[in-house]
């Protein structure tokens, strides 16, 4: 059964960091690419990043560009986002999500349950 | 960016009747990268559609989705009281992909 469990959010300031993980089982982590969803409460939902298999090609939203920065480490089958220079904007439960890739036309087919980031003094 | 404007906003129906929830791109969208999805409260969401038209893994046949360049519907034969939920749509292209903000059905 493919899992994918986020940890690590948390309150934080405006202007402080904080680092997502996303753990992944019940399928071949390597061979996926991966994305960061968020959503802000009560509101829809915003794609925030994008990694290719072995990480070499990245993506972010113009929202997030210079703040956030996407990785993986394929050997211990996690994803992860660093998030600096928060801000309240940031307040959002953080999906990572599995991509389909493109043969599929990039879906989102496994998504985790999330993890609530709220960024307040 | 694309922009994707769904609409109803919400729409209110009764279990057993048929719904259509549109999706409009502020330009054209290759159909094989338009996608949709459920969510029903306090839960992930789900994929049900990809490729425009293509059922999902165990996604029941009352769902279809159609459409082709700037203009998508998903299609809810006879709702069942577990499809009342908020729906999205989605898009890949350029390097990003963007949602639709959501159309919520409702029980009538």
């Known amino acids: 059964e493919v899992q994918l469990v986020e940890s690590g959010g948390g309150l934080v300031q405006p202007g402080g960091s904080l680092r997502l993980s996303c753990a992944a089982s019940?399928?071949?982590?390597?061979?996926?690419?991966m994305n960061w969803v968020r959503q802000a409460p009560g509101k829809g939902l915003e794609w925030v990043s994008y990694?290719?298999?072995?990480?070499?090609?990245?993506y972010y939203a113009d929202s997030v560009k210079g703040r956030f920065t996407i990785s993986r480490d394929n050997a211990k089958n996690s994803l992860y986002l660093q998030m600096n220079s928060l801000r309240a904007e940031d307040t959002a439960v953080y999906h990572c999500?599995?991509?389909?890739?493109?043969?599929?036309?990039?879906?989102?087919?496994?998504w985790g349950q999330g993890t609530l980031v709220t960024v307040s003094s | 960016e694309i922009v994707l404007t769904q609409s109803p906003g919400t729409l209110s129906l009764s279990p057993g009747e048929r719904a259509t929830l549109s999706c409009r791109a502020s330009?054209?969208?290759?159909?094989?990268?338009l996608a949709w999805y459920q969510q029903e409260p306090g839960r992930a969401p789900r994929l049900l559609i990809y490729?425009?038209?293509s059922r999902a893994t165990g996604i029941p046949d009352r769902f279809s989705g159609s459409g082709s360049g700037t203009d998508f519907t998903l299609t809810i034969s006879r709702l069942e009281p577990e499809d009342f939920a908020v729906y999205y749509c989605?898009?890949?292209?350029?390097?990003?992909?963007?949602f639709g903000q959501g159309t919520k059905l409702e029980i009538k």
């Open positions: 999500a599995r991509d389909r890739g493109y043969s599929y036309g990039r879906p989102f087919d496994y």
């Open positions: 019940g399928f071949t982590f390597s061979s996926y690419e």
């Open positions: 990694i290719s298999s072995g990480g070499g090609t990245i």
């Open positions: 330009q054209s969208v290759s159909s094989s990268y």
């Open positions: 490729g425009a038209s």
């Open positions: 989605q898009q890949y292209g350029s390097s990003l992909y963007t």
